[in-house]
């Protein structure tokens, strides 16, 4: 036998399903269509989803500088369009120095 076709449009008309509408986190409101997955990826990557006309204001306003801390390799990366939406200040430190800063104020507010 001839091997089938079919794995690739089941595969497509699976992944159609599991598609659904998200309200665009910009200004302007407007639907998009995405799986879930997409919508996880595009909220760790961008700070949210947004339809193509406000993912183009986010990559252009796509900032990346060096992380202050001492012996730090790390970098602080931020969209000012998605800082401006937020009402937020532009990060100072990476991730990774700002959860190590968020757990050493944990442990000094312990009782």
């Keep these: 036998g001839t091997p089938s076709v079919s794995g690739g449009s089941a595969k497509s008309a699976i992944s159609a399903k599991s598609s659904r509408n998200y309200i665009c986190s910009g ?37 990346l500088k060096n992380c202050p801390t001492r012996g730090c390799q790390g970098e602080v990366r931020f969209s000012l369009f998605v800082l401006s939406l937020a009402g937020l200040e532009p990060p100072s430190l990476c991730l990774a120095c700002h959860q190590r800063q968020d757990e050493e104020w944990q442990v000094l507010s312990l009782p």
Aim: hydrophobic share 30%; proline share 3%.
């Design 27 to 63: 200004p302007c409101g407007t639907y998009v269509r995405m799986t879930g997955r997409d919508s996880l990826r595009a909220k760790a990557e961008y700070g949210g989803m947004f339809c193509a006309g406000c993912l183009h204001k986010v990559r252009d306003t796509m900032c």
